[in-house]
């Protein structure tokens, strides 16, 4: 068991539709993060959250937007997309936002399709 | 800016054949170095990891020794099983809050 819960698993939507992706921990932590996996690109950072605050947005555009109600749950509200955002989005989460000896542990990740 | 560079794939070995996956890093301060795999439609997960120079990560018969000299971070396994295909990302952390993963390296392993 990941300890990381991503929902939904698939997601197939339209360029104007409006949807969202939750991610759910409960291991304790602070820290909790969004990726993008796309097919042969390097793993890339989208935004960091520590303890609800957003601490790094690594030049998003404005169409992913982020929201850390509490320190369980990570959402990522997704509005008019284009078809090269259709990658697998990641979820992780680590202990502590800056503590470089502990692991991130990621979530199975929501395969994003944009039609 | 921080950097992992790993060994291009993709790899594909015999079962019960030696493996080893290639990885640098550079680095501001002194990071922690990682492993993670992610196999076919899952997230990654951690492997192993070591936090100083020296230390050597083991989990699941892979191995890796932190080599400060060499900046390096060798990941070895002296018998694949068809179970070890998978994405494996070589990662670093730094006490700033940065986190560097390599472009991961695919292994296929055929019986």
């Known amino acids: 068991e990941t300890g990381v819960t991503q929902t939904p698993r698939h997601l197939v939507m339209g360029m104007t539709n409006k949807k969202s992706l939750k991610c759910e921990q409960h291991l304790g932590h602070n820290a909790m993060y969004w990726y993008k996996q796309s097919a042969k690109k390097p793993l890339e950072l989208m935004f960091v959250?520590?303890?609800?605050?957003?601490?790094e947005n690594n030049s998003v555009p404005s169409r992913f937007s982020p929201e850390c109600p509490n320190s369980s749950h990570l959402f990522l509200h997704l509005h008019t997309l284009q078809p090269e955002d259709s990658a697998l989005y990641l979820c992780?989460?680590?202990?502590?936002?800056?503590?470089?000896?502990?692991?991130?542990?990621f979530g199975q990740g929501t395969r994003l399709t944009v039609v | 800016g921080d950097s992992v560079t790993q060994m291009e794939g993709p790899v594909t070995l015999s079962e019960e054949a030696f493996l080893t996956i290639n990885c640098t890093y550079t680095a501001t301060g002194y990071p922690s170095l990682f492993w993670y795999v992610q196999y076919p439609g899952e997230g990654l997960q951690l492997l192993l990891k070591?936090?100083?120079?020296?230390d050597k990560g083991s989990n699941k018969g892979f191995e890796a020794t932190y080599r400060k000299e060499t900046t390096s971070f060798h990941l070895e396994k002296g018998s694949v099983q068809v179970s070890d295909s998978a994405v494996y990302f070589c990662?670093?952390?730094?006490?700033?809050?940065?986190?560097?993963f390599g472009d991961g390296t695919t292994l296929t392993v055929k019986p």
């Open positions: 992780a989460s680590s202990q502590e936002w800056g503590r470089f000896n502990t692991e991130a542990f």
């Open positions: 959250y520590s303890l609800e605050e957003r601490v």
């Open positions: 990662a670093t952390n730094t006490n700033a809050g940065k986190s560097t």
């Open positions: 070591a936090t100083k120079a020296d």
